[in-house]
């Protein structure tokens, strides 16, 4: 089974319009980590927002929000006004357990971004 | 941010020789580094944990003999393909913890896009 599953393989949204990528995680840990990161075509990955399975308010980085419904083992990422330079893939991870070994991370397929005028 | 700087960021070789990629934690100690590939369109896929002082753990399915990992020293690992081929063409890319106990993020290197001829 997959442990993330990002359902959306492309994804159109305005520039200025807000747009959400879907995920949705499996496991059976108690203790989690859900990360999300964007990959350019350059290839590097760039570091968006954090949710551990403890917190219980939504994570927030600037124009990033990270919709954490843990019944419904979803993390979907929200970005607000969106811009073109926005237009990336994007990834959903997880980190199983506690970090203790490190962040041994398993990313769904992605979603690929376009935002237009 | 941690930074984790990987090398050469691109590389082509013949096929039947080896090529090393160097990832290194440039203002931080890292004791556990992570190996991923990619294949074009399609998600991260980690191959190994490599752990500082001792032998790499690989994932299933992934050759040790043909991915070397060495961990020498608390800021560097490195993955030398050895013997390569056409089919290991792929984008690697290694990660790293930032502060140990953290769990919020996993710094990744700049990729390096390997293309066996």
């Known amino acids: 089974a997959q442990k993330i599953t990002q359902t959306q393989p492309g994804m159109f949204v305005q520039e200025k319009e807000a747009v959400t990528l879907d995920c949705t995680y499996d496991?059976?840990?108690?203790?989690?980590?859900l990360f999300w990161y964007k990959q350019p075509s350059s290839g590097e990955m760039i570091f968006l927002i954090y949710q551990g399975s403890y917190d219980e308010q939504n994570a927030t980085e600037g124009r990033y929000s990270l919709n954490f419904q843990k019944a419904r083992k979803s993390a979907n990422l929200v970005i607000s006004a969106s811009q073109l330079g926005d237009s990336a893939m994007y990834f959903c991870?997880?980190?199983?357990?506690?970090?203790?070994?490190?962040?041994?991370?398993?990313f769904g397929t992605g979603t690929q971004l376009k935002v237009e005028l | 941010g941690a930074v984790v700087s990987q090398h050469p960021s691109w590389v082509i070789c013949k096929s039947g020789t080896s090529v090393k990629i160097e990832c290194r934690s440039l203002d931080f100690q890292a004791t556990t580094m992570f190996w991923y590939r990619q294949f074009p369109k399609q998600s991260l896929m980690l191959m190994a944990t490599s752990n500082e002082g001792s032998k790499a753990t690989y994932e299933q399915g992934v050759e040790k003999d043909k991915f070397l990992i060495n961990h020498a020293s608390l800021t560097l690992s490195t993955l030398t393909v050895t013997s390569a081929h056409p089919e290991d063409s792929s984008f690697y890319i290694c990660?790293?913890?930032?502060?140990?106990?953290?769990?919020?993020?996993?710094?990744f290197g700049q990729g390096t896009r390997l293309t066996v001829v």
């Open positions: 991870a997880m980190r199983e357990g506690l970090e203790g070994g490190g962040n041994k991370l398993t």
């Open positions: 990660s790293a913890n930032g502060v140990p106990g953290q769990n919020t993020e996993a710094f």
């Open positions: 496991t059976s840990d108690q203790s989690y980590g």
